[in-house]
């Protein structure tokens, strides 16, 4: 699913996707400057391994996204240390978000619950 940003205007452009276990939904909206504002909930399960005993376990998520996307190159005049995506051919793919975020939790340290209680 891909997103022309030029398309996003100032009412909002609700999505939502889902994959295995987990939906990503929110919206895309213009804020200023050609800047899109991206604004979403990513919630459900994501099977990842234990760092402890490596064992796959069923990780729930339930986190807040916010960042700005820009249609090109973007260059952040004032430094407002904003968050902001550069997109490629002014386009926002929505899957690939997911996936990024979906490897970005897999790669953080988590573990198991058998785990956690041992570690108290
Ligand atoms: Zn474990």
New binding site residues.
Partial sequence: MKITLRKVGRSPLHFEKDRDQIKLKGFLQYDKEKLVVLDAKLSGIVVTD?A??G?E?ELEVDEDLKFYISDGVFIDEKNSMIDVVEAKNGELDIDELLESEIELIKSDYH??E??EMGED
Avoid: L, P, T
Wanted: overall charge negative; aromatic content about 22%.
């Fill in positions: 234990c402890v005993c064992e376990f573990c198991c058998f785990c």
